[in-house]
């Protein structure tokens, strides 16, 4: 160990161990990173990887173990400190104030006088040159796209003199040309022998950037490999700690016919402003239409407008013929239309977090009963049934939700969608946050929908899953539609453009 | 004309106790805190404004005491909300019931002492109170006395209002100040000491309510102690924020609106015969107008700061 310290790590942890009430978070976890490298760390939600990163920023403070920078104990005790070292961090949840521009986020809390805008915007072009990267250092943050925000975030950082950054998964809501972009910049960065941590559970992207990755599990540090020497199935084999099959099956449908189209729809949003303009696909049953684009591209609003949530301000939604448009949720659930939508914070919308199963159940079922009191009993075997069918883990069927890990919460959601035998189901970022194991169940259960001749819709983030798992993708970009391809025969940077706004031609 | 000038001079002087509150606010809010414990804040300056005036003698003195009063208020206010993560709306409405409470309470028992059976400012002190006659600048005619015939507090309120515009906007502990409203996590990962300048804007936004509460008591009832002497100004500067898109300067002209609005029933000709009650109701039946035509408007820089109402805890995710 004392041999190793000598060769000075821009950054060594040794030991760390943090806790949060009785759960252990990281269990005496060592890391070491090397400047002028990318080093990725891999772990499974949960495994304990933010939470190092924060002790690393100083937002958390270790229980036990030390940290040091460039062969020198530190003391990280708060942001400043972590800057003043050197370390920045980029996270996932971008910290960025909305109604101030580009220049005023980035001198945000630092030290030096208030300085003249166009002085400002000369230091912040001078680092832009040297990194190559690009921002409007006036734009106000509101009016920014995800890659924009993220740049700020980073020119954030090196203002601050950076040379360790650490990245909290930063490719999950950019487009794949998005994400070139930024592992240009990053590899800039290693060549002018800043060292840098990038966080996530891509592993085609692991081998892509990094040097070396550190793989987490279950907060304990389980071994550091050489990217070079590995391939994705050694990494999951690591990170989940048994062999995996990454493959998702696509079973092939004979018959499809359509069950639902929407014919030029446009939605509003609840604040007024065009959610999605002037719509025209067709649902197929037995088939999964994937929705692909990048975050608030109109998703959810496509979602709430088919289940009535939103009323479309003109065309129309035809099912099975009808137009259903200007139906209450409630018809639209009984004609056979279900929806799960998993929002950001995932139990925002569908579950009621401090009630059980049994009565989370009974919300969509409360008025099938006789009077006015309610009957527990089939929905306390329909909560039953679930948990032995998708292998829910819960103290009790009448453990109020928000105790379940999200794996076990959004189970409950889609199987209760799927108990009502929807003809047409809707999900939107069902796998939101899910480690691999509980993410193949879900898919699992959507092929298993489509079997049986459900007309599935499937909003997601990741593009690998949605190749492989959708028959069709739909790609939606500012509130249009700017192509609906068929999965096998597009290529990701297809649809990366797609969601950039550039049309393609080819419909499928 | 000159009936239209002394009506513009006396709105100006009118509104001052609320621009006082709404200043107040909008720095409170600015670090992303609702304090509806305007009102009582106002009362307590005005209450310790007024027994420090009568026991001193000295203008500057109680205007100092008015201010380390709400300040105070906003302190209490401070520690629960921001240590204690205690509700905003349920602390700063508990604040205005105490506050108003409070400072009665103060003054039913200093009559109870007085042999008079009233309480009054000594007469040195009202005189420093009064309203400003410079010789040759206030005679001149319409200039002088739309600019210098006011009571020093106008002065001192549009002063304080360009104060903490320049703070605000030009300086970066404003930048910083207003990053902690939009968004305390972003401010704490940038650095700033989020609850330090909570604090500081806090109290110094109920030590700003507090000089307007001792217009109320010294300008209004002119140096007679009476219950509840802010009647309700601190609502309106509640509702002026909002119509002041939280900038101070435009609250200035707000408050002047008001200040005419509240001025109104004594300069409308006699011919019209309109109860007096309705002009009593008039400021409040504007700032619910008011209150629905700005809930419309849309500009994210002229509304409210994003975080204001929720309280930070750096832990919670």
């Known amino acids: 160990m004392a041999d190793k310290r000598k060769e000075n790590f821009a950054i060594e942890c040794v030991g760390i161990t943090k806790r949060f009430g009785s759960v252990l978070a990281n269990d005496h976890i060592d890391l070491q990173v090397r400047n002028g490298e990318v080093l990725a760390l891999l772990g499974e939600n949960g495994s304990g990887k933010t939470t190092l990163m924060n002790m690393l920023s100083g937002i958390y403070h270790p229980d036990e173990g030390s940290i040091f920078v460039n062969g020198e104990e530190a003391v990280i005790n708060s942001p400043t400190d972590a800057s003043e070292l050197g370390i920045g961090m980029i996270h996932q949840h971008f910290k960025l104030v909305d109604v101030f521009s580009a220049m005023e986020n980035i001198v945000l809390g630092t030290k030096e006088k208030y300085e003249k805008p166009a002085v400002l915007e000369e230091k912040i072009n001078a680092i832009c040159d040297k990194f190559g990267l690009e921002i409007d250092a006036r734009k106000k943050v509101y009016n920014m796209s995800v890659s924009e925000k993220q740049t700020v975030e980073i020119l954030k950082v090196l203002y601050r003199g950076a040379n360790v950054l650490i990245l909290d998964e930063p490719t999950a809501v950019l487009t794949p040309q998005e994400t070139e972009k930024l592992f240009r910049i990053l590899r800039n960065m290693k060549a002018q022998g800043n060292a840098v941590i990038i966080i996530t559970h891509k592993l085609n992207e692991v081998l892509e950037i990094s040097d070396r990755v550190t793989i987490l599990r279950k907060g304990q540090s389980i071994d550091t490999v050489e990217t070079k020497d590995c391939d994705a199935n050694q990494l999951t084999e690591l990170m989940v700690g048994r062999p995996v099959s990454l493959e998702i099956e696509r079973p092939i449908m004979d018959e499809v016919g359509t069950i639902l189209s929407c014919k030029n729809v446009t939605i509003k949003k609840a604040d007024g402003t065009i959610g999605v303009r002037n719509l025209n696909f067709d649902m197929k049953t037995g088939e999964i239409l994937g929705v692909a684009g990048v975050a608030g591209s109109g998703q959810k609003e496509l979602c709430e407008g088919i289940a009535g949530l939103l009323k479309a301000e003109c065309g129309e939604i035809h099912y099975e013929g009808k137009n259903i448009v200007g139906k209450t949720p409630e018809e639209i659930i009984n004609l056979g239309i279900s929806m799960s939508f998993v929002p950001e914070d995932r139990l925002g919308m569908g579950l009621v977090a401090s009630m059980g199963m049994v009565e989370n159940m009974l919300l969509k079922t409360y008025k099938k009963g006789k009077g006015p009191f309610l009957v527990r009993k089939p929905a306390r075997s329909l909560a039953e049934k679930l948990v032995k069918k998708l292998g829910i883990v819960t103290s009790s069927v009448d453990t109020p939700v928000r105790f379940m890990s999200g794996g076990n919460v959004q189970k409950v959601l889609l199987g209760r969608e799927i108990e009502s035998n929807p003809k047409v189901l809707i999900t939107a970022y069902p796998v939101r946050g899910l480690d691999i194991n509980s993410s193949y169940t879900i898919y699992d259960l959507l092929n298993e929908q489509k079997k049986k001749d459900v007309a599935v819709l499937y909003v997601g983030e990741d593009l690998d899953v949605l190749l492989e798992l959708c028959d069709r993708i739909l790609v939606l970009c500012h509130g249009e539609i700017t192509g609906i391809v068929d999965a096998e025969e597009t290529t990701k940077e297809e649809i990366g453009l797609m969601m950039t706004g550039e049309s393609v031609k080819k419909e499928a | ?317």
Request: net charge positive.
């Open chain 2, 1 to 317: 004309m000159s009936m239209l000038i002394k009506f513009i001079a006396v709105s100006i002087a009118s509104g001052t106790p609320i621009l006082f509150g709404t200043l107040g606010e909008i720095i409170t809010e600015k670090v992303g805190h609702l304090n509806l414990g305007v009102e009582g804040m106002m009362a307590i300056g005005a209450c310790a404004g007024f027994m420090v005036g009568m026991s001193t003698d000295s203008f500057l003195l109680a205007l100092l005491a008015a201010f380390a009063a709400g300040a105070f208020a906003a302190l209490i206010y401070a520690v629960l909300t921001v240590t204690f993560m205690a509700n905003q709306n349920v602390t700063g409405l508990t604040l205005t019931i105490f506050g108003v409470g409070f400072a009665n309470f103060c003054g039913y028992y200093a009559i109870g002492k007085s042999e008079s059976g009233t309480l009054k400012l000594p007469e040195n002190i009202t005189a420093q109170m009064r309203n400003i006659n410079i010789e040759g600048l206030s005679d001149i005619p319409v200039i002088g006395p739309l600019l210098f015939s006011y009571n020093p507090f106008v002065y001192i309120g549009i002063v304080t209002a360009l104060l903490l515009w320049f703070y605000l906007r030009r300086t970066k502990t404003g930048l910083n100040t207003r990053a902690i409203g939009e968004n305390p996590a972003a401010a704490d990962a940038a650095g700033i000491k989020v609850t330090k300048w909570k604090y500081i804007n806090i109290c110094l936004g109920g030590g700003i309510c507090g000089i307007g509460g001792a217009y109320t008591i010294m300008i209004i009832n002119k140096g007679v102690w009476i219950s509840d002497c802010v009647g309700g100004l601190g609502w309106i500067a509640v509702a002026l924020v909002i119509f002041a898109g939280w900038s101070p300067v435009k609250a200035i002209f707000g408050s002047f609106i008001f200040g005419a609005l509240r001025q109104l029933k004594y300069y409308v000709p006699a011919a019209i015969t309109i109860p007096g009650a309705f002009y009593d109701m008039l400021p409040y039946l504007i700032t619910t107008i008011v209150l629905i035509a700005t809930s419309i408007r849309t500009s994210r820089e002229k509304s409210q700061p994003e975080a204001c109402g929720t309280n930070y805890f750096r832990e919670e995710r």
